[in-house]
């Protein structure tokens, strides 16, 4: 009875420290960075006038531009910059878009994609959703002479 | 002429001007022919008013009609209910209660300005905006875009006509 005793107190002590050790080796390792998600920020602008002579303006996306004319007003769509960028996890990126706009976008796993839009410094608004963005997120506003400007946050494959 | 030059021009009317400002003002009203064309509109106007104003006579004397108003206005404040003072313990605790029932009404709603996604999966989203600033957002499934529009608070009242 002794002898039988003795065992279980030695398994169970055993099982105890093989427990223990499981998650410390596990924090040991080098947390996953996730997976890469690439996106691109373009800022665009919106008008019914024709493209200004002298303005560094490109064509926007045909595919893009489609997705623009069924949900916007504007008959013109410029791409005034575009800029492509990755995140893993935990990740931040600042992008200039313009000398007045500025986009900063954080991947977090517990509150998933952060969209940040600075106008002229300043904090505009701030777009959290908790799901891999799979849609492409605009957000926008109204700009002077009946104009409009739309920052495009784009996953690409 | 703007308002502040024609309300001067008024109080000078009304001899409420300083001495230094009523002679600034009379000498505009001198060379100027828009402040003398005000200052002749207003005294024309004052005149008749005064001499068409019609004649209400009082019963009593006037200090003895003001004192009546003034004495039911006192009255009427003293008769107003005193609010009976709540017990001690349920002035304590109304306001946890009401933080208790900020935060369940919090809890049970997805966060600021959602718009539930059409998806089969449904996903946590929040905005938060500058205050002087108001969003809408709008999603196309058909799309696969989401807008968040951002307009200034005086702007958006008017209705939206930036989407098709």
Not at chain 1, 85 to 109: A, I, R
Not at chain 2, 67 to 96: D, F, H
Not at chain 2, 103 to 130: K, W
Request: glycine letters at 4%; aromatic letters at 6%; one cysteine or more.
């Amino acid at each position: 009875m002794q002898l039988v005793h003795r065992l279980a107190l030695i398994l169970s002590a055993t099982a105890a420290l093989l427990c223990l050790s499981g998650p410390v080796q596990a924090e040991t390792n080098q947390p996953s960075k996730g997976p890469e998600q690439k996106f691109s920020a373009i800022l665009i602008w919106g008008t019914d006038s024709a493209k200004p002579e002298g303005k560094d303006l490109k064509d926007v996306d045909s595919t893009l531009k489609d997705k623009f004319q069924k949900i916007f007003k504007w008959k013109n769509y410029f791409e005034v910059s575009k800029k492509p960028f990755s995140l893993h996890q935990g990740e931040s990126h600042m992008l200039k878009l313009s000398p007045k706009c500025d986009v900063k976008v954080h991947q977090s796993e517990k509150e998933g994609l952060e969209v940040e839009l600075y106008g002229e410094g300043k904090f505009v608004v701030k777009r959290k959703q908790t799901m891999p963005l799979s849609d492409i997120l605009i957000l926008a506003g109204d700009d002077k002479n009946a104009s409009a400007w739309f920052v495009v946050i784009k996953p690409e494959s | 002429m703007n308002n502040a030059t024609q309300l001067k021009v008024m109080s000078y009317l009304d001899n409420e001007l300083s001495a230094p400002d009523a002679r600034q003002v009379a000498a505009l009203i001198t060379n100027d022919p828009e402040a003398r064309a005000v200052y002749n509109e207003l005294k024309e106007t004052r005149e008749l008013v005064r001499g068409n104003e019609l004649s209400l006579t009082l019963k009593e004397p006037k200090d003895f009609y003001w004192s009546q108003i003034q004495r039911k206005i006192e009255s009427a404040e003293k008769a107003a209910p005193r609010r009976a003072s709540a017990p001690l313990w349920v002035r304590l605790l109304a306001p946890i209660a009401g933080a208790i029932a900020l935060a369940a009404v919090l809890l049970s709603i997805q966060g600021p300005q959602i718009q539930p996604l059409t998806t089969h999966v449904s996903a946590m989203h929040e905005i938060e905006n500058n205050p002087e600033m108001a969003t809408i957002t709008f999603r196309s499934e058909s799309e696969g875009v989401t807008v968040v529009w951002v307009s200034s608070r005086e702007t958006a009242q008017e209705p939206a006509e930036q989407f098709e």
